[in-house]
Structure formats: structure tokens, C-alpha cells
């Protein structure tokens, strides 16, 4: 039987957080060290979490030697989570005296080395192992939320709009501005990822407005970054240049999102058919940025740009890299093989645009995208029809959306990396 949904004196109008899940998913590191003692201490944190706290004291038998035996051994196994295990162990040994903030944060611990290591259940498991701990904290709860929209797939996803529900209540009750508005952005994506175009967009100006109200700019550039990619995939191209403008007018010189609105209004620029400037804007990108998706996203829409500018080498090695990402990484794998399907009409290759469309629309299916899978399913049309594409053209040089790319560019030319992730992704 699943674990009962843990049991806390509940605010009013604030909304309960999602029942806890089974621990079996964090078995997944493949090194039994490492696995049994996770798997061990988040059981032990999920019980503790869901037992009142007058009760907490006898919760646990006496810890024995074969416990701290497999403790020591992940720890040899992983020196990094040595600190947070002993912090876990100690909740087991004396429960009564442990602090929600302080097993909360060795929770937290644990998710930043397994998000670090590839290993998103496990990652999504402690975020949200934080989130019960300390159930009063609105960024555990904002965290969860963020790990299961990125897990995906319809169970994940109404996990999702729980703990983010639950996190803008916390954060409004705490009056934590910054912890608002990263509620209202993360449900805005959750939106996205369903399909909920409407909803998605509101919740995003509704934040910028916020945010800007509030003195905070970069927030606000998200925020309004976040309306500008919905508005560009959703067809509302003057919507999306003034919303991309405002974001890069408010973004600090070197952001680590940078490459991301590049990236962003990349997909603005093929979309019109305007090939050539698109490339400008993210050719060699993908090189200059860190973290796995964030390079997998610039090399696709390099590669489509490319090709439909004609720079077929360019093309062919932004096409590998790509690929090698899309293999590898689940969480930008779709609009990668979108964007690679794209690249392969445009050059005319269409039993490459129906591989890459099933690609995408599996991955779609997998992690309930429907936005993916409606451009896979097209794709798949399109490719069954051999429907060549329009030809490149070139915006003219005074319209919003050229001069946004030009100053886009220019930027993107003077940015640099801070040993962070370019941060593609919400």
C-alpha cells in the first residue's frame, strides 16, 4: 500500500501538499552503497515527516551496526553526501530532537548531488522529501514543484500544480516576495507543459508586473523572458519582439539566461523564415555555454537555422552535437529532435524528418507534452507529404524584430560565462 499522506496542522487556505510516494525511485545510481543507504534515510525521513511531532521520540528502533555500516559505505561511495547522511542519520538516531530546517536542508543536499549526477527521480525524491520536512518553508515547496514538472507525465504534473499551489500560499502568507514570484513563474511553465497557453501567459506578466513594482529586475527579465518564448511558440510574434525587449532590457550584462533569450529569439527568427540572423544570434553557442540541456537546445536551433540558411557544414556538426545531447538528456530531448526534424525538411532529408519526429513525439508521450507532440504529429504529416518549406527570407532592417535580434546579438557577443548553467529551461 503507498504511504498515507502525511499528517500537519494545515493554515487555512493553505493547500495541502501531495500524498508522498513510494521510495523506490531512488534506487537508481546503480551502486548498492550508495542506493540502499538513500533509499534507507528518505524512508526514514518521509515517516518521521508524517508522524506528529509529540510522537516522533520512540519512532525509530536503536540504530545498529549494519545501518552504520551501509551509511559509511555511501559515503566512501560519494564523499559529497558524507555531511548530508550524517545529518539523516542523526534524525534516526534522536527523531525527537531533530530540527524540520536542518533535515530539510541535508534533503536538499542530497537533491543538488543527484541533480548534479543525472539522476533526476532520485533528485525529484529529496526536493520533495525537503518540501515534507519542512512543511512550512514555501521554497521546499516551489523546489518540488520545479522537480516534478521537469520529471513529467500526467501523475508528475498534477504533483506539480500541488506543490506550487501550495508554495504561493505559503510564500504569501510569509509576505516572501522573491519566493511569489517563483511560484507564479513555475506554475506558469507547468501551464505551458500542459498545453494551457492562456493560463501560462497570465501567470507570466502577472509576475513581470510584480517583479517590477517590487525593484526586482532580474526577476522581472525572467518573467518577462518566459512570456516572450510562450507568445513566439504560440504564433503572437508582436507580443513576444515588445516581451523580449523587456527582458533584455532588464537583465544584467553577463546573466547566466542570457544565451537562453537567445536562444529563445533563435526559434522567433526560423519561425518567420529569417535563417540567417537567427544563426547569427546562437551560431557556436552551444560551445561557449554549461550545463547539458541548455548546450542540446542551442546546437538544435543552430542546426535549423543552419540548414535553412544554407551553411550546410555548420548544419551537420550542430545536427551531431545535438543528437549526442538528445540522446543522453530526457528533460530537452523533444524540442531537440523538433528542432532537428526542422533542419531535415528544410534540407529535403524526409526519412530523417519522420525518424526525428517519432523521436520527439515518444519523448512527448513519455513526459505528457502535448506541445511537443502536436509539432511531432505535424512533422510526421508534413514528412508523409514531402511539403517543402517556405524559402529563407531576411526581415527588414527597421522592423522590432531585426533591430531586437541586432541588439540581441550584440550582447551576446561581450556575454560571459560564470561557471553556471545558461539556464535554457524554467
Known sequence: MPPKKPRESRPHGI??????????????????????????LLRC??????????????????????????????????????DPLAVLLSLQ??????????????????????D????????????EASAYAEPTNPRWAIRAGYMTRVKGGRVMLERSEAWHARGYALAVRDKDREMVLRALTGAGALMKDRGEHGKAWRLYVRAARRAVRTGRKRRAAVAFHYSFALAAETGHTRIAVRDA????????????????????VAYLLVR???????????DGLGHRVDGIAAMGMLFGIAARAAAGAGRDRTYREAAEMALN?????????????????????????????ADLAGRALDVARHRADVEVQALALQLLEQAERQDAPPPPSHPDPG?????????????????RRHNRSAGIHA
Open 45 to 82: 525521513v518521509l515517516l518521521w515527516a508524517r508522524t506528529p511531532p509529540r510522537r516522533r521520540a520512540r519512532l525509530f528502533r536503536r540504530v545498529g551496526p549494519a545501518v552504520r555500516e551501509r551509511i559509511a559505505a555511501a559515503a566512501d561511495a560519494a564523499p559529497l553526501l558524507a
Open 116 to 127: 548534479r549526477s543525472g539522476l533526476p527521480a532520485t533528485a525529484t525524491h529529496f526536493a
Open 245 to 264: 525587449a523587456e527582458a533584455l532590457r532588464y537583465y544584467p550584462l553577463h546573466d547566466e539566461r542570457l544565451p537562453a533569450l537567445a536562444h529563445d
Open 93 to 114: 538516531e534522536e527523531p525527537g530532537a531533530a530540527d524540520p530546517a536542518t533535515v530539510a536542508a541535508a534533503c536538499d543536499r542530497v537533491y543538488e548531488w543527484a
Open 272 to 282: 518567420s523564415h529569417y535563417h540567417a540572423a537567427a544563426l547569427r544570434l546562437v
Open 325 to 353: 545531447v538528445a540522446r543522453i538528456n530526457d528533460e530537452c530531448a523533444g524540442p531537440v529532435y523538433i528542432n532537428l526534424a526542422e533542419a531535415a525538411r528544410l534540407a529535403r532529408r524526409w526519412d530523417a524528418v
Open 15 to 40: 493547500p495541502p501538499a501531495p500524498p508522498q510516494r513510494l521510495a523506490f525511485g531512488a534506487l537508481e545510481s546503480r551502486k548498492d552503497a550508495i542506493d540502499l543507504a538513500l533509499w534507507h
Open 399 to 415: 522592423a522590432p524584430v531585426a533591430m531586437l535580434a541586432r541588439r540581441l546579438a550584440a550582447r551576446v557577443r561581450r556575454w
